[in-house]
């Protein structure tokens, strides 16, 4: 009998039911909840009389809606207030965890859970965002859910899902100097297409992956929504037992001895067969950026758009469709191109390693007048550390501000949006038509493009500063 994936093997040990040509019932290890998604899935359970079924798989924060200055104020926007509120109150009543606004482990749902300590290898987790993958870097089974879904999982801690098919990709070789994570991951996007992941999960492996931080990981996982896939996962090793140790509820003492022994069970067996194959070179990864209206239209700085005749037939119209909203034209080169906001945050790209390497990168240099920067780290605890690491100050001395945490421009949903027209290089993973706001023109990058950006006040390739 062939070995098993470790998809297959945290899959497997998670199915309450096979339902004969149908979706499986999964147990949900850790259920995760913000303010957006929860108010009708709360609704629906109340409305048929029932309560949540393991309050304590849960655990809550509000992190869309939240305003990123003044968050000891009450909040001025009503949608943005009702949803903050509404989520209080449905915690409060159902005996679920919550870190609400100015508790010192409030943030981004996808940046809290893994420095919590409360995202562990082996589990099954969801939560009603698409960017729940990102928990794949500890080599979890974590998705995307909808409202509905969210509803199913609170009154049953299952879910029905049907089974994905597995992808490996791998990416072998050395990444060159001010080649990050981000550049692998808009790299890997490029390559196969917002659509080349439709119907996997995908497991990254290679020298590459296992050469990057947890942070860097957790950036690779967080992309794989925007490849089409359901999400991305990669086998726990002795850094993600490293960046456990010692956090709030992850396992402590003999405990955490025992569960790493556990945790290293969890790779893929040498003779697992996967339904596709991908390898990758990091000699071929540069510095790259998105130039389109989906994070698939990506390149290296260095290049140009494609030419019409470069895109693929089916794809030509939307193409066309796309450098029309960004105002750009075909072939013409990327770099240089005049920068008006910069964009430092989101699940993607708001942990502390991201704040210090924009921060390394811009000691003793000055923001470019013209450029408005927002510095969003993705939780409370970033913030402290931000401000006890002396990254507030260089931030500062160059002309930049560090902001509360949130969401903030990455979707537009709170007070963070960039005007009409106006481009912003920001480090967050969509860069839809009007995503950051109506009229919005979005280019995605990593955390040090972003800085090159905004002390040149162009697109710049990040390593002619270095």
């Known amino acids: 009998m062939a070995g098993k994936t470790l998809f297959d093997k945290i899959w497997d040990a998670h199915v309450v039911e096979e339902i004969k040509g149908g979706p499986s019932v999964l147990y949900i290890d850790k259920h995760l909840v913000h303010e957006v998604t929860s108010p009708q899935a709360f609704a629906g359970i109340e409305s048929r009389g029932i309560s949540v079924f393991r309050p304590e798989h849960t655990v809550a924060t509000p992190d869309h809606n939240v305003p990123t200055i003044d968050q000891h104020l009450p909040i001025k926007d009503e949608l943005s207030r009702f949803q903050v509120n509404k989520l209080t109150e449905n915690c409060e009543r159902h005996g679920i965890t919550l870190y609400g606004l100015n508790h010192p482990y409030q943030g981004i749902v996808h940046v809290i859970g893994p420095e919590l300590g409360i995202t562990q290898p082996g589990m099954t987790m969801v939560c009603g965002d698409s960017h729940t993958s990102t928990h794949g870097a500890f080599g979890s089974v974590a998705f995307g859910i909808g409202t509905s879904e969210v509803e199913m999982v609170l009154a049953t801690q299952c879910i029905l899902q049907p089974k994905p098919r597995k992808m490996r990709i791998t990416v072998d070789g050395l990444l060159s100097?001010?080649?990050?994570?981000?550049?692998?991951?808009?790299?890997?996007?490029?390559?196969?297409?917002?659509?080349?992941?439709?119907?996997?999960?995908?497991?990254?492996?290679?020298?590459?992956?296992?050469?990057?931080?947890?942070?860097?990981?957790?950036?690779?996982?967080?992309?794989?929504?925007?490849?089409?896939?359901?999400?991305?996962?990669?086998?726990?090793?002795?850094?993600?037992?490293?960046?456990?140790?010692?956090?709030?509820?992850?396992?402590?003492?003999?405990?955490?001895?025992?569960?790493?022994?556990?945790?290293?069970?969890?790779?893929?067996?040498?003779?697992?067969?996967?339904?596709?194959?991908?390898?990758?070179?990091?000699?071929?990864?540069?510095?790259?950026?998105?130039?389109?209206?989906?994070?698939?239209?990506?390149?290296?700085?260095?290049?140009?758009?494609?030419?019409?005749?470069?895109?693929?037939?089916?794809?030509?119209?939307?193409?066309?469709?796309?450098?029309?909203?960004?105002?750009?034209?075909?072939?013409?080169?990327?770099?240089?191109?005049?920068?008006?906001?910069?964009?430092?945050?989101?699940?993607?790209?708001?942990?502390?390693?991201?704040l210090r390497e924009v921060a390394n990168f811009v000691k003793g240099k000055k923001k470019a007048d013209g450029v408005t920067a927002w510095i969003v780290p993705g939780s409370r605890q970033v913030e402290k550390q931000a401000h006890a690491e002396g990254i507030t100050k260089t931030l500062e001395a160059a002309g930049f501000k560090l902001r509360q945490p949130g969401c903030s421009a990455c979707l537009a949903m709170n007070d963070d949006k960039i005007p009409e027209g106006k481009l912003a290089v920001a480090t967050s993973n969509r860069n839809f038509e009007g995503r950051q706001g109506p009229g919005a023109r979005t280019m995605l990058a990593s955390p040090m493009t972003a800085a090159a950006a905004a002390i040149t006040g162009l697109v710049t390739d990040p390593r002619s500063l270095l």
């Open 177 to 354: 100097k001010g080649v990050t994570a981000k550049d692998v991951i808009l790299y890997i996007i490029s390559k196969i297409s917002t659509s080349g992941g439709t119907g996997y999960f995908i497991e990254y492996a290679g020298s590459v992956i296992r050469s990057l931080s947890m942070e860097g990981r957790m950036t690779v996982c967080n992309m794989s929504i925007e490849s089409g896939a359901r999400g991305g996962l990669i086998a726990p090793d002795a850094t993600t037992f490293e960046y456990l140790k010692g956090r709030e509820f992850a396992p402590a003492g003999a405990e955490f001895e025992k569960a790493v022994e556990k945790w290293k069970e969890l790779h893929t067996d040498d003779d697992a067969v996967f339904d596709k194959e991908l390898v990758y070179d990091a000699a071929d990864i540069e510095p790259m950026i998105t130039y389109g209206t989906n994070p698939g239209m990506g390149t290296r700085i260095k290049g140009s758009i494609p030419h019409l005749e470069e895109i693929d037939q089916s794809a030509r119209e939307s193409f066309k469709k796309s450098l029309s909203y960004m105002g750009f034209e075909a072939g013409a080169p990327i770099e240089g191109t005049p920068v008006d906001y910069v964009f430092v945050g989101s699940c993607t790209n708001g942990r502390i390693e991201d």
